[in-house]
């Protein structure tokens, strides 16, 4: 079985430049989340969404950072204008209802 | 918001040692996980134990949920468990999870 798809693997970008990060769950899945990983803060909670509705988005550091669902199967997380303070790895996990959540591989993202 | 505290920060090992993670929380929780970090930065799932115990060939998890901590044994080390090994737990509805800080494990030939 497919796990959970993310795409980019890695980016690397300029800062003032948009970034799109994207998200396929696991098939049947019905919750989707969205974290950080850094060096200082660790994995973070950015957003989460059920049934393809954003359910708590307090962990959104800034408004530059969005994140859509437009169906049950793909996620975006969009950062606009991207900082170099973004650089980090996202990763995208999903679970059904509140069994375990199932991470994908992250995106490694550089802000130069 | 719930605290998770990991321990040790950082083990290093010879092949074929055992060891004792510990995880502790603050609060009553609904779902707990173990992590493995590998060292290309995949998130692997371990166990899924908001309580009780479990097997998984050489490594077993214990969770006690009145006392607040669960545990991760290894056994029989080999190098490609090195790694960070993370708890998450989730408290309340809606299956976030907060993350622990990690434990850093070496294993060495």
């Known amino acids: 079985d497919a796990g959970v798809i993310q795409s980019p693997r890695h980016e690397v970008t300029e800062m003032g430049q948009e970034v799109t990060l994207r998200c396929k769950p696991i098939?049947?899945?019905?919750?989707l989340f969205w974290y950080r990983q850094t060096m200082m803060r660790g994995l973070e909670l950015l957003i989460y969404?059920?049934?393809?509705?954003?359910?708590?988005d307090s962990g959104m550091p800034e408004d530059r950072f969005s994140a859509k669902m437009p169906n049950a199967s793909f996620s975006t997380l969009k950062i606009q204008p991207s900082e170099p303070r973004d650089s980090a790895v996202y990763f995208c996990?999903?679970?059904?209802?509140?069994?375990?959540?199932?991470f994908g591989d992250g995106t490694r993202l550089s802000i130069l | 918001g719930i605290q998770v505290e990991q321990s040790p920060p950082d083990l290093i090992l010879q092949e074929g040692a055992n060891s004792t993670l510990r995880c502790n929380f603050s609060?009553?929780?609904?779902?707990l996980q173990w992590f493995h970090q590998n060292p290309w930065g995949q998130l692997i799932n371990l166990f899924y134990?908001?309580?009780g115990t479990k097997q998984n060939g050489r490594l077993s998890a214990t969770t006690v949920a009145t006392e607040r901590y669960s545990l991760l044994y290894i056994s029989s080390s080999q190098t490609t468990d090195s790694g960070v090994y993370f708890c998450?737990?989730?408290?309340?509805?809606?299956?976030?999870?907060?993350f622990g800080t990690g434990t850093q494990l070496k294993v060495e030939l």
């Open positions: 609060d009553s929780v609904n779902n």
């Open positions: 098939s049947g899945h019905n919750s």
């Open positions: 134990i908001p309580s």
């Open positions: 996990a999903s679970s059904f209802y509140e069994m375990p959540q199932h």
């Open positions: 998450a737990v989730s408290t309340g509805g809606g299956n976030k999870l907060t």
């Open positions: 969404f059920n049934n393809n509705v954003p359910i708590d």
